[in-house]
């Protein structure tokens, strides 16, 4: 007796094996990457289209948190690619040895050149304390108005968070050794630490901060999504400190030639025109388009402050440790 195999299931099988087949790229980021309004999806649709993959992000909270989870799985990590530690973090991602080099080219749009062999940057942004125009009339213009004000301002945990992170950083490239001085100053001021940046900026958006620590660039959310002009951040005269985030290949990528795919898809057109309107953050390779209708009302720092990657890790336990004095008192 000849047994035949329904249509229907003859499909789902066919479906199984090719979908078996189908090779799998994972990509460890953040949370706000991979949300319906972050790039990944965008970004997911973008690279799929070219590479005869699966792209798989699996994110955990915030950036730091991403160091955090790779040391902890080391080399048994089933990711390919890291994607959204910055500078500040990336000499001690370099030191874990976990990471290979990634033969691209360099980014060819960030204020100040930038080459590292072993991570690449996808964009940049300049932190910043976010308030409503209609409810604060005229903001600080630094942190030691900030600091001599009655303002409430949520920021993140530099131990979890890159934003958090980096306001220590911004504090101590800004004033030195008076960073203990200024933070004992903003103890105060800070209604709340936060886990994340999408934590800080829900609390603010609630009403529950005159100010939250964010970008520059945040407002363009406000203004080119929501039609909404009333965000914008203060501008401070000490400067401001850049955040570029970087990817990595990592050395024992189960899947290393399309881990080098995603990073040569990185620098494309395709990739960096998603970030602006979706991460709200400006592209490390110029667009052929340009920035979107709205950057050009963005605040435009009168002076950029980054450390080195190995700057950075010197000056992180320091500025740890003089920050949670602060707040402990």
């Known amino acids: 007796m000849t047994k035949t195999i329904p249509a229907a299931l003859a499909f789902v099988l066919l479906a199984s094996v090719a979908q078996a087949d189908t090779p799998v790229l994972k990509v460890l980021t953040y949370d706000s990457f991979t ?17 005869g993959c699966d792209l798989v992000f699996s994110a955990v909270g915030d950036g730091a948190e991403l160091l955090a989870r790779l040391q902890l799985e080391g080399a048994n990590s089933d990711a390919s690619v890291v994607l959204g530690l910055d500078t500040n973090l ?31 940057p996808y964009d940049w942004g300049y932190f910043a304390f976010v308030y409503d125009k209609t409810k604060l009339t ?8 900030l600091a001599a004000s009655d303002l409430k ?24 050794e008076r960073a203990p001085a200024i933070w004992a100053a903003l103890a105060d001021n800070i209604v709340t630490v936060t886990p994340g940046w999408s934590e800080a900026y829900g609390m603010f958006t609630a ?14 959310y406000h203004l080119i999504a929501e039609n909404d002009d009333t965000k914008a951040a203060a501008g401070f005269a000490e400067g401001h400190y850049m955040q570029v985030e970087v990817a990595g ?19 494309s057109d395709a990739f960096q025109s998603i970030i602006p309107t979706t ?6 390779h110029k667009l052929a388009d340009g920035l979107p209708k709205g950057f050009e009302q963005m605040i435009a720092p ?8 190995d700057e950075a890790q010197a000056a992180r336990k320091p500025a740890l440790d003089e920050w949670l004095t602060a707040l402990s008192r």
């Not at 949300?35 to 590479?51: D, I, R, Y």
């Not at 991460?279 to 490390?284: G, I």
């Not at 009168?302 to 080195?308: F, G, R, V």
């Open 35 to 51: 949300s319906e309004w972050g790039p990944g999806p965008a970004v997911e649709k973008a690279f799929e289209a070219v590479c």
């Open 90 to 120: 990336t000499a001690q991602a370099a030191a874990t040895g976990l990471f290979a080099p990634h033969g691209q080219a360099a980014a060819n749009d960030l204020p100040a050149p930038y080459a590292d062999p072993v991570f690449l």
């Open 138 to 145: 005229t903001p600080p213009t630094s942190f030691e108005e």
């Open 153 to 176: 301002i949520v920021i993140q945990d530099p131990r979890s968070s890159t934003p958090g992170l980096g306001l220590l950083l911004w504090v101590k490239a800004a004033y030195g």
């Open 207 to 220: 009403g529950e901060a005159d100010m939250v620590l964010s970008y520059t660039t945040s407002p363009a």
């Open 249 to 267: 290949k990592l050395a024992h990528a189960p899947q290393p030639e399309l881990a080098d795919q995603f990073l040569a898809f990185m620098a």
């Open 279 to 284: 991460n709200w953050m400006y592209p490390a």
């Open 302 to 309: 009168e002076k950029s402050l980054l450390m080195t990657a």
